[in-house]
């Protein structure tokens, strides 16, 4: 892993105040928490959350883990103000997502580092024409940083990922798991207090997910940021060694120290038998929900019901008619 690079401090002068240390910007403002408060958000017809509650504390790494295409994604849009939910608020730092005006979104989406998934993964986050140091150093320049601190920021993250021998290769000369790290420390780069990373599922080999795991860590601990990571990936969660949140059929269904939540748990197998994941409930009623209770529909086949019927019937009368006529019910 590469060594911090000494850099001068108060080094960026810019929208907000920042240091640049030891090849990290810190930001001087506060970490926000995060707040999803009472979100119902239903696609294409289909429930995807149902008055979903969730608390992310400031200045954590908590990791958001659930079933693929159980709302996660769609749960970070909220966050980042790409998709509205149908009801509920989206709370960073005590202020309503999506009841800013346009200049205040755009102002705390600046104080976001943002790396979203989806069927194109991590492809959108990197700039095909700028080479693996230009799309590192892009964030900085975006942020008015002075040269000399951009250079010791972009050489940390180039050794800390293993990018150094291909930073002046453009994305398309290199394999899909070095551009996800370019995406992964585009998005950690600029010191940001909010950090959101969806769908980091790493698939490297052990070095490179321990140099991966490693970069989010110290970069976490030294910029103080909150940051949002979901992923499918429980040696991940393990490693980073933060909070945990469960979503699970629309809303969220465990939510505290990894270290509790997953011990034992070692496959995706057991998360789906400890968290219910498969319950084949789906999302509660909302009354029911309002009340504190979950409640099962069980529907039959109406054919069996009327056969089962007869059945029943027929028995019934051959006894009246035996008692009828002091006949034997017995052998």
């Known amino acids: 892993m590469g060594q911090d690079a000494p850099t001068r401090p108060n080094a960026r002068r810019g929208r907000w105040a920042m240091q640049a240390i030891g090849g990290h910007l810190v930001p001087d403002s506060a970490a926000p ?12 017809g289909e429930v995807v959350h ?14 958001l883990m659930g079933p693929s295409g159980g709302g996660k994604t769609t749960l970070v849009r909220h966050l980042v103000g790409l998709v509205p939910p149908d009801t509920g608020r989206v709370l960073v730092g005590g202020r309503s997502v999506w009841d800013l005006d346009p200049k205040s979104l755009k102002a705390l989406r600046a104080q976001m580092g943002v790396l979203l998934g989806g069927a194109t993964l991590f492809e959108p986050s990197v700039f095909g024409s700028q080479t693996v140091r230009e799309n590192l150093a892009l964030p900085l320049h975006l942020q008015n940083v002075d040269e000399e ?3 010791a920021t972009t050489v940390w993250w180039l050794q800390t990922l293993g990018l150094e ?12 798991r070095m551009r996800r790290r370019v995406a992964l420390g585009a998005a950690m780069v600029g010191g940001r207090p909010l950090i959101v990373l969806d769908d980091v599922d790493l698939g490297l080999d052990a070095p490179t997910t321990a140099r991966t795991v490693q970069a989010i860590l110290t970069s976490q601990r030294r910029s103080g ?12 969660a393990k490693a980073l060694d933060g909070r945990l ?10 939510n505290g120290p990894t ?7 070692d496959d995706a197998e057991e998360f789906d038998r400890r968290f219910h994941v498969l319950d084949w409930m789906g999302p509660p009623m909302p009354e029911i929900e309002r009340r504190g209770g979950r409640s099962r529909e069980l529907t039959s086949d109406p054919q069996l019901v ?9 028995i019934l009368a051959f006894v009246l008619a035996m008692r009828a006529t002091g006949g034997p019910l017995g052998p």
């Open 50 to 63: 149902q008055r979903l509650r969730a608390e992310i504390p400031a200045g954590q790494i908590t990791v």
């Open 149 to 151: 601190s951009i250079h």
């Open 225 to 236: 940021a909150t940051m949002l990571i979901t992923t499918h990936d429980i040696e991940l």
């Open 259 to 265: 270290r509790e939540l997953l011990a034992g748990v």
């Open 33 to 44: 928490d995060i707040r999803f408060d009472d979100i119902s958000t239903s696609l294409g």
């Open 165 to 176: 021998a291909v930073a002046d290769q453009l994305p398309e000369q290199i394999s899909a």
């Open 306 to 314: 009327i056969m089962a019927l007869i059945a029943f019937a027929t």
């Open 245 to 254: 949140a469960v979503l699970a059929n629309g809303r969220i269904v465990a």
